[in-house]
């Protein structure tokens, strides 16, 4: 499997006998998943999502938004527990182009991704059991 480290955005070729939450970087020993929602923007968007063989889920939020705030936990807390995913967020205030190729009319706006096939996509805050849901619904597809 191809995982993009989220630290140097360099590829790596992960054995199948090697789970993703224990590896590490070839080139930094950075962890190659992280369980905390990592921070993606127009510069390193196009150098980890389509590289990467992992599936991506991407919160696209801004600082001002009320139900965002109110997301952000769930989110942060489900990122830790699904091990086959690599949660991240992108602010759509500093991020302008990824919102505008994204068409994010609506936040916050959660895409799950799968190199560059937007698997699943859906706008409004959800709560921890509909994120799950939703999510695991979307994962059995892949």
Same mark, same amino acid.
């Given at each position: ?17 090697? *789970? ?12 190659? &998943? ?11 968007? =196009?150098?980890?999502?389509?590289? /990467? ?7 696209? &939020?801004?600082? &001002? ?5 109110? =997301? *952000? ?10 091990? /086959? ?8 205030? *500093?991020?302008? !182009? ?6 994010? !009319? ?9 190199? /560059? /096939?937007?698997?699943?996509?859906? *706008? ?9 849901? &939703? ?8």
């Amino acid at each position: 499997m191809i995982v993009v480290c989220p630290s140097c955005f360099k590829k790596n070729n992960l054995p199948d006998d090697i *789970a993703v939450y224990e590896a590490q970087c070839g080139q930094c020993d950075h962890d190659l &998943w992280s369980n905390q929602p990592i921070t993606l923007n127009d510069d390193n968007f =196009m150098l980890y999502v389509p590289n /990467t063989e992992l599936p991506v889920l991407v919160d696209f &939020w801004a600082e &001002w938004c009320g139900p965002c705030k109110s =997301m *952000a936990p769930t989110f942060q807390r489900l990122a830790g527990e699904f091990k /086959t995913v690599q949660f991240a967020k992108v602010d759509t205030e *500093a991020s302008p !182009r990824l919102s505008q190729f994204f068409q994010i !009319r609506s936040i916050p706006s959660l895409i799950l991704f799968k190199q /560059t /096939t937007q698997v699943a996509r859906s *706008a409004g805050a959800m709560n921890a059991g509909q994120m799950q849901s &939703w999510l695991v619904s979307h994962l059995k597809a892949l």
